[in-house]
């Protein structure tokens, strides 16, 4: 079965609301998932399973990996900042951090505050159009 746009939203709506007990009227695409929802690191492991089951695929990889986390090269590492080169690496799923790092430095651990509802919208709607 081929879900459109607004079914996976909908799918996904579900899961946060369920995992992070929101009512859905909180919840829109450009929620933040730290800052806006209150999400933490467990919330976010939990509601990756969650998709994982709702959509039977396997949404968090390495590919993902890739694109949502920092260089982990030494240099980068000792970085206060994240790079430009992270920065556009990142920007497709993540395009605040972009117009953010336009405005000021973007300090590396702060990163994951950038992820919203439409990143994880852009992360299931890429792996079921690869199945």
Same mark, same amino acid.
């Given at each position: 079965?081929?879900?459109?746009?607004q079914?996976?939203?909908?799918?996904?709506?579900?899961?946060?609301?369920?995992?992070?007990? @929101?009512p859905?009227?909180? $919840?829109? =695409?450009? #929620?933040?998932?730290?800052? /806006? &929802?209150?999400?933490? +690191?467990l919330?976010?492991?939990?509601?990756?399973?969650?998709?994982?089951?709702?959509?039977?695929?396997?949404?968090?990889?390495?590919?993902?990996?890739?694109?949502?986390?920092?260089?982990?090269?030494?240099?980068?590492?000792?970085?206060?900042? @994240?790079?430009?080169?992270? $920065?556009? =690496?990142? #920007?497709?799923?993540?395009? /605040? &951090?972009?117009?953010? +790092?336009?405005?000021?430095?973007?300090p590396?651990?702060?990163?994951?505050?950038?992820?919203?509802?439409?990143?994880?919208?852009?992360?299931?709607?890429l792996?079921?159009?690869?199945?």
């Amino acid at each position: 079965m081929i879900l459109n746009e607004q079914e996976i939203e909908k799918k996904i709506v579900d899961v946060l609301c369920s995992s992070l007990a @929101l009512p859905p009227g909180r $919840i829109n =695409r450009d #929620s933040r998932l730290i800052t /806006d &929802l209150g999400m933490d +690191s467990l919330d976010f492991l939990d509601i990756m399973f969650s998709l994982e089951s709702v959509f039977k695929t396997k949404i968090k990889d390495r590919e993902f990996d890739r694109v949502l986390r920092p260089d982990k090269s030494q240099a980068a590492l000792q970085a206060e900042y @994240l790079t430009d080169t992270e $920065i556009e =690496r990142m #920007s497709n799923i993540l395009p /605040d &951090l972009k117009e953010a +790092s336009q405005k000021k430095k973007i300090p590396r651990n702060s990163f994951f505050s950038f992820v919203t509802v439409d990143t994880l919208m852009k992360m299931v709607c890429l792996k079921l159009q690869t199945q």
